[in-house]
């Protein structure tokens, strides 16, 4: 299964928010759309993403007065991609490997969507489901 496939069931609208948006405001934006990370676009694209591991984390390190600081402050800049011919498998190799929970994808260097962990366990799910009644279905003629 490729990520095209997962964005065809799941959609390929991404909400971002610019360095400049306050991480008070960015707590706002993923409790609204309750989503995990929101990825940071700047004029010349993809400039980062900011997670809510992101936040606490850094809230932990430098208290409250962290809220009112921009985003650019604490997303991480160099950011994992894929693209929309990447397989579920090699995703999940580079989900594993680089410990992120949401990727970007790219399409010509230009944001086509994004990939969560739960996206990829759910395509796993699905894959197997349809292997189960595919064999059972063989069995059952046999």
């Known amino acids: 299964m490729r990520i095209a496939d997962v964005l065809r069931t799941k959609g390929s609208g991404v909400v971002t ?9 960015l707590l706002a934006g ?25 936040v606490v984390r850094r809230l932990h390190e430098r ?17 994992a991609t894929c693209t929309p011919a990447d397989s579920v498998d090699d995703l999940s190799v580079l989900m594993t490997r680089r410990r992120v929970r949401h990727v970007p994808v790219l399409q010509d260097g ?16 699905e894959e197997l489901e349809t292997h189960q009644e595919q064999l059972h279905a063989y069995i059952s003629r046999g």
């Open 17 to 25: 928010v610019s360095p400049e948006t306050t991480v008070a405001d």
């Open 30 to 54: 993923l409790a609204e759309h309750n989503i995990g990370a929101m990825v940071v676009t700047g004029p010349d694209g993809l400039a980062g993403i900011v997670s809510e591991r992101d």
């Open 63 to 79: 208290g409250a007065d962290l809220l009112a600081r921009p985003v650019s402050e604490i997303m991480t800049k160099v950011v």
């Open 110 to 125: 230009t944001l086509a969507g994004i990939v969560s962990i739960g996206d990829v366990v759910k395509s796993r799910m």
